[in-house]
């Protein structure tokens, strides 16, 4: 299967080792990881991590998470602390990505982390991902697999929607389980800050995490991010006529993220009802209210970052 010369291959060994010998030639390509999928490419290869901004129009100074296949192949890259280490060893493989001192002589090209002295690390649990490492041996920087700025991916057909034509492959495994980014945690000096909300909140990783700065730390931390093309209107009970509305517990909606009220379902359902909202012909979007309770809190950054002024 082909749109506009980028290929979609079922999740396989074939398809595997195909994408591992375009990441060998300097292509990025794109996969899933258990949240969303993922812009993969090699992150000691400044060539390949340009392509990846390339492909998705993405500003130079938002750095990319770079994926490793376990703890021992983070600590070459990084530096661990007592605290950080102990993070690691509890949610990795999974939804936590670390932003940590970057270590001298680590290999990863500057662009990777935009110029900054810390680099964000996580350890995927998703096996596509897991064997995409295991088939390269290289640390691999992938962010999700969108056009900069417009809503992430949860599935193949999202990514074509915005990537079509500009990277040369898809690995296809079906919809993420996850469907929103990792948490993203900094540690600074045995203290851990939030840079961005996620599946894991601070009830689960057990530790009071400070507030991240005003300046651009990870991905995601830009003001405006996860956009749809149509303007956004949060906080809706009952939609303007010419409005589609996302619902959410009682307030129904054209289409709802969780007609149960669940906010698990609603984070795995987000970016995909965002994609079916910007697909129907009425010109702005809207989204019930979401509590801003346990994963309340990510999601709503997510549709606060979709609908800021661009």
């Known amino acids: 299967m082909t749109a506009q010369n980028t290929l979609v291959r079922p999740y396989g060994k074939a398809a595997i080792a195909e994408a591992a010998a375009l990441i060998a030639q300097g292509f990025p390509v794109a996969i899933p990881t258990e949240t969303v999928y993922g812009l993969a490419a090699d992150a000691t290869s400044g060539d390949a991590v340009a ?30 602390d007592d605290l950080a280490r102990s993070l690691a060893q509890r949610f990795w493989p999974g939804p936590l990505t670390l932003v940590l001192p970057l270590r001298e002589g680590a290999g990863i090209a500057p662009l990777v982390t935009a110029g900054l002295p810390t680099i964000a690390l996580r350890v995927p649990a998703h096996p596509a ?12 920087a992938a962010p999700s697999a969108n056009a900069s700025g417009r809503i992430s991916a949860t599935c193949a057909e999202h990514v074509l929607a915005t990537l079509a034509g500009r990277i040369p492959m898809i690995v296809d495994a079906g919809s993420t389980q996850v469907g929103l980014e990792s948490t ?3 540690i600074t000096n045995g203290m851990a800050r939030l840079l961005r909300p996620g599946p894991l909140v601070e009830a689960d990783i057990g530790i009071s995490l400070g507030a991240g700065s005003d300046r651009i730390e990870a991905p995601g931390q830009m003001s405006s991010h996860y956009a749809p093309d149509k303007p956004l209107r949060l906080n809706v009970i009952e939609s303007e006529p010419d409005e589609w509305l996302i619902g959410f517990g009682p307030v129904k909606g054209h289409a709802s993220l969780s007609e149960k009220g669940d906010l ?6 987000l970016f995909d009802a965002l994609h079916e909202a910007e697909a129907q012909s009425l010109p702005r979007i809207a989204v019930a209210p979401i509590p801003e309770e346990g994963l309340g809190q ?13």
């Open 184 to 186: 993203i945690v900094a």
């Open 129 to 140: 991902m897991r064997d995409l490492l295991v088939a390269t041996g290289k640390p691999l």
């Open 51 to 80: 392509r990846i901004y390339e492909a998705k129009g993405r500003p130079s100074f938002n750095p990319l998470i770079v994926h490793v296949a376990d703890l021992a192949a983070a600590e070459r890259i990084a530096l661990f």
């Open 298 to 310: 990510a999601i709503n950054d997510r549709l606060k970052r979709a609908a800021a002024p661009r």
């Open 264 to 269: 698990i379902e609603a984070a795995a359902r």
